[in-house]
């Protein structure tokens, strides 16, 4: 990534006057257009402050920023609590940024938008509440994925084990930002670093050229409060990923990953619309359900039956 002076005439600086302060403006990211950055962590962490007072940061130095949250719940309820006008309020108001909540077509439709939005915004974060496979599914579709972490002791980090120090969300962080390291916090979060940096040296590292850090900020404290640290923990594993050619190689094996999902995704619909098929499969799930077929025998009949209607017809 490039540093460079000040690019007020990039293409979509539409800074209002006063915006900008004294920061230094970089240039856009032109890898693939965009670097894409995940957002992970409990609910109240802190990740629309932190996103607020991130994107807003960007800004400030010449970015254009997109925020899309993926909100597992959403597909459930048809609505989603992310699109929610009050959270990033300064930042959802910014004309340089766009922030959206959770498509509603399912995985295959946030890997479009991240796509669609990655051609307009050179930084686009996607934030994540959900707990367990979304966070696998953004980390398919970020350039880093980040984990968000409240100020903890070790016994605290023991109460939540589904969050930080499970193995799986730690083995696909690159960056963990200890969050609301302010005021009365400040020692519980230096021991939460301390924590997750120990609890790191335990995971398998993703490239051989960036080893995941641990990093403090008060996402509330303004200019001191760390924000900036956090763009240059970025902006390193950016270089250094990019340089190397992990980067490339790694959106090189989640386009692989992707177009197997959509393999799956429309054998799955095209199952769905064989009616014989689908009866077959009702019966075979009561069956499953009651624990009378293995489930394995039952797909395996499922992708049989479907297989013999493909040939004969
Ligand atoms: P989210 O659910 O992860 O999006 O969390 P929110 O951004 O809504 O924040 C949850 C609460 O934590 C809010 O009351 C925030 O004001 C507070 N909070 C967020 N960041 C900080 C921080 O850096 N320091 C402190 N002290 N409070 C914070």
């Known amino acids: 990534m490039h540093i460079a002076s000040s690019t007020g005439s990039e293409p979509g600086s539409t800074a209002r006057p006063g915006q900008e302060g004294d920061q230094q403006q970089e240039q856009p990211i032109r890898l693939g257009k965009s670097f894409r950055i995940g957002l992970s962590g409990p609910p109240g962490v802190g990740k629309s402050t932190f996103i607020e007072a991130f994107g807003m940061n960007l800004l400030s130095k010449g970015h254009r920023v997109s925020v899309l949250a993926v909100d597992p719940s959403s597909a459930r309820t048809g609505g989603s609590i992310l699109g929610d006008k009050t959270r990033m309020t300064e930042l959802s108001r910014d004309t340089r940024a766009y922030v959206r909540p959770s498509p509603s077509r399912g995985t295959l439709g946030i890997v479009l938008a991240v796509n669609i939005l990655s051609a307009g915004y050179d930084i686009c974060l996607v934030e994540t509440v959900g707990v367990g496979q979304s966070e696998t599914m953004v980390a398919d579709i970020v350039d880093m994925f980040v984990l968000l972490v409240p100020p903890a002791g070790g016994d605290e980090l023991q109460v939540a084990p589904q969050w930080g120090m499970k193995k799986g969300i730690m083995e696909l962080s690159d960056l963990v930002i200890v969050n609301k390291s302010d005021g009365a916090l400040v020692d519980s979060a230096r021991n939460a670093q301390i924590e997750y940096t120990s609890a790191l040296k335990f995971v398998k590292a993703i490239s051989s050229h960036w080893k995941p850090k641990v990093i403090r900020v008060s996402s509330k404290g303004g200019p001191e409060g760390g924000i900036d640290k956090a763009w ?4 390193e594993y950016f270089d250094i990923m990019e340089s190397t050619g992990d980067l490339q ?49 039952a797909a395996h009949q499922i992708v049989q039956r479907f297989m013999k209607g493909m040939s004969s017809s």
């Open 249 to 297: 190689a790694k959106r090189g094996n989640q386009r692989k990953i992707w177009m197997w999902r959509q393999v799956s995704s429309e054998l799955l619909d095209l199952l769905n619309e064989d009616t014989q098929v689908r009866e077959m499969a009702n019966e075979l799930e009561s069956k499953v359900l009651r624990n009378e077929v293995m489930s394995g025998a």
């Open 232 to 235: 240059d923990a970025m902006k």
